[in-house]
């Protein structure tokens, strides 16, 4: 747990600049956001209430894990909300998922501020403004459930469900194609950044792993898609690189 287990990428360790700790934060709210989203079933099923107290821990290479406190004293960083398991089968899930999600926020927020505390004013600032320019974990969490519900009362309703097409390689919308809009594509979340799709942005997709991605998230322009066939993903990329 800790630091020790969260993946270096390419932010060197411990983060100093605004903008490494800035990466640091997305890559652990986008864990976060997996595992409340993505793997909800998984998640769900580790936080049981008969084992001991549980945390949710997001990692800087975007792994997340369910996992007891760490036991030394004072901690390497700031450790998440304390037994979150406790709660799980004496509340409405929706709502458990929420507690969840805004502890997790609080906790996003004193890591980075953490690393934050050797920066001046203005870098703090900085830091503070493009954290702000993302959604909270809980403003996704609760909009990806609204969004499954209303598609579940669809589905009992007799509707069938579109097609999950997004946003083709060259940069042009296909939602028309299928008479949508963007709120029918609220649950997607770009692999990156964690933002929710909006037709209005340029995506592009991961042949490998089939995760959807901002053009600005992974630097690929409209022009730039045209002339791939196949796309990678920066983590799929580093993976195969690994191997």
């Known amino acids: 747990m800790g630091d020790a287990?969260?993946?270096?990428?390419h932010v060197v360790y411990p983060p100093r600049s605004a903008e490494d700790i800035f990466k640091d934060y997305r890559a652990r709210r986008s864990a976060i956001l997996r595992a409340l989203i993505h793997d909800v079933e998984d998640f769900y099923a580790q936080c049981d209430p008969e084992k001991e107290n549980l945390c949710l821990y997001g990692y800087a290479n975007e792994a997340w894990e369910v996992a007891l406190p760490a036991e030394e004293v004072p901690t390497e960083l700031p450790e998440p909300a304390l037994g979150i398991n406790f709660a799980r089968d004496g509340m409405n899930r929706r709502d458990w998922l929420a507690l969840v999600a805004v502890h997790s926020d609080s906790w996003l927020l004193s890591v980075a501020f953490y690393y934050a505390a050797r920066l001046n004013r203005n870098d703090r600032k900085r830091l503070f403004g493009m954290i702000n320019e993302l959604q909270t974990v809980f403003e996704v969490v609760s909009g990806a459930r609204q969004q499954q519900s209303k598609e579940r009362s669809s589905m009992d309703n007799g509707g069938r469900a579109k097609p999950s097409v997004k946003i083709e390689n060259n940069g042009k919308a296909t939602d028309d194609a299928y008479g949508e809009d963007d709120s029918d594509h609220g649950e997607t979340l770009c692999g990156t950044c964690g933002g929710i799709y909006n037709a209005d942005e340029f995506w592009i997709g991961c042949d490998i792993c089939?995760?959807?991605?901002?053009?600005?998230?992974?630097k690929i322009?409209?022009?730039?898609?045209?002339?791939?066939?196949?796309?990678?993903?920066?983590?799929c990329s580093n993976k195969r690189a690994r191997q």
Not at 5 to 9: D, H, I, L
Not at 210 to 218: A, D, Q, S
Not at 221 to 235: G, L, M, N, Q
Request: charged share 30%.
């Open 5 to 9: 287990a969260s993946g270096r990428g």
């Open 221 to 235: 322009t409209p022009a730039k898609a045209e002339s791939i066939k196949h796309y990678k993903c920066p983590s």
């Open 210 to 218: 089939e995760r959807w991605y901002h053009g600005k998230c992974v």
